[in-house]
């Protein structure tokens, strides 16, 4: 026993990062005991469609699982659902559970996530305030959101909250997002990209107020309405808050280990301790698209830095770092985001369905160095390897639809 546990694996998170790592270090032929503990009490489930198909009643928050339901104790992983890690003993080389055992590892994998920042207003404590990140998350916003026809007030006009409105919409409910910046996804794309998501949603009906914070959250025995800076009223009888994230590195913190608004990692993912790794949401990661360390918050770094991680306890050919790829579906649109896109970058849009499919690439002097793609997925491929060149190439040239992007690379 003493020999199997000198070799175990455990890994805390059971998200998408967590799940994927226990599925790549099966496939690339580890036979180590490993041990994934996870504070929900559901297997390992995608994200994504929390905020679409979910609320839209066409899916439950666990049909799209990381890994079918049978898979773990097929590949000899002991899943342990509906557990805390409380405290990381680095000394004696095991974690601490919030039952009380302790589990000794030889390699620990943190996958630990994220946590919706709070709306920081009086009042944001009430009934009807609501957040999205679990899948409990999604079945009470689900529940609510169809009860009675509300009025829906989203406090942050990023991708789930947009997403979230998208949604509300297409239940015919009336939307009011409220930005505190002066335009929607200020973090995620330049301006004219932005814009474009915007007019989408005016077109059908979604009320946005910018460059307005929340003040107060009113409201007897649950929400009733938002007073924003200016003091305007906003009537609500829900409000789901998408304000951004906070980096669930405490654990990590507290035992010693590396943080700064995250776990920092190496480009192996190693902590500042080399038996213990950090993936996904958590993890602040040198990456030289993002031109520093970043704390990457997609299903893509996600699924990447479980290959890393995987390949690098394998001690198989370490995985090269990828274009940082994010995307988000609003209505009967998907829009994808290829590297980085940078305000000060100059736009040029290839616009091959005027109004619906486009793609705006984003260009440092003459070299294109990011994109947004709406509608139009089937360029991706050839769109991240003109970036990953990084030749110049002329307007003229992206924009011509005539021309195939695949021989501009």
């Known amino acids: 026993m003493r020999q199997q546990a000198d070799r175990r694996i455990v890994v805390v998170g059971a998200g998408q990062a967590g799940g994927r790592v226990c599925a790549e270090l099966r496939s690339?032929?580890?036979?180590?005991p490993i041990v994934m503990i996870g504070d929900e009490p559901v297997p390992p489930y995608e994200r994504p469609p929390l905020s679409k198909a979910v609320?839209?009643?066409?899916?439950q928050p666990t049909d799209a699982l990381v890994n079918p339901a049978g898979f773990y104790a097929a590949h000899d992983i002991d899943l342990l659902s509906g557990m805390r890690v409380t405290a990381i003993d680095r000394s004696n080389r095991r974690v601490v559970c919030s039952d009380g055992s302790k589990i000794v590892f030889d390699r620990l994998i943190l996958a630990t996530g994220l946590t919706p920042r709070r709306l920081a207003a009086s009042g944001g404590d009430l009934p009807g305030v609501l957040y999205l990140r679990t899948a409990s998350d999604a079945h009470e916003l689900r529940r609510q959101i169809t009860g009675a026809r509300p009025r829906v007030a989203i406090v942050g006009g990023?991708?789930?909250?947009?997403?979230?409105?998208?949604?509300a919409r297409q239940l015919g409910l009336d939307v009011t997002v409220i930005e505190q910046t002066p335009r929607c996804l200020g973090r995620l794309m330049p301006e004219k990209s932005a814009r474009t998501i915007e007019r989408l949603h005016a077109e059908r009906g979604v009320k946005i107020i910018s460059s307005q914070g929340?003040?107060?959250v009113h409201g007897v025995q649950r929400v009733e309405s938002l007073v924003l800076?200016?003091?305007k009223v906003i009537p609500a009888d829900l409000v789901v808050v998408g304000v951004g994230s906070v980096a669930n590195d405490d654990l990590a913190r507290v035992s010693g280990l590396a943080t700064g608004q995250g776990i920092v990692v190496d480009a192996h993912c190693r902590t500042s301790d080399p038996a213990i790794y950090a993936i996904g949401d958590v993890a602040v990661r040198l990456n030289a698209w993002c031109g520093g360390p970043t704390r990457l918050e997609s299903w893509d770094n996600a699924e990447s830095?479980?290959?890393?991680?995987a390949s690098h306890i394998t001690d198989q050919t370490s995985c090269t770092e990828?274009?940082?790829?994010?995307?988000?579906d609003q209505y009967d649109w998907n829009v994808q985001v290829v590297g980085v896109p940078r305000a000060a970058h100059k736009?040029?849009?290839?616009?091959?369905?005027?109004?619906?499919?486009?793609?705006?690439?984003?260009?440092d002097g003459r070299v294109p160095r990011s994109a947004v793609l709406f509608n139009a997925g089937s360029e991706r491929r050839a769109v991240a390897a003109i970036l990953a060149a990084g030749k110049p190439c002329p307007d003229v040239l992206l924009q011509d639809i005539g021309v195939s992007l695949k021989g501009l690379a």
Request: proline fraction near 7%; aromatic fraction near 10%.
């Open 305 to 309: 830095q479980a290959r890393v991680v």
């Open 347 to 363: 736009p040029v849009a290839r616009v091959i369905e005027p109004g619906r499919k486009e793609i705006h690439f984003y260009l």
């Open 28 to 32: 690339r032929g580890s036979d180590r």
């Open 158 to 167: 990023g991708p789930i909250g947009l997403e979230v409105a998208a949604s």
């Open 322 to 328: 990828g274009i940082p790829w994010f995307w988000t």
């Open 229 to 231: 800076d200016s003091g």
């Open 55 to 59: 609320l839209l009643g066409l899916a």
């Open 214 to 216: 929340v003040r107060a």
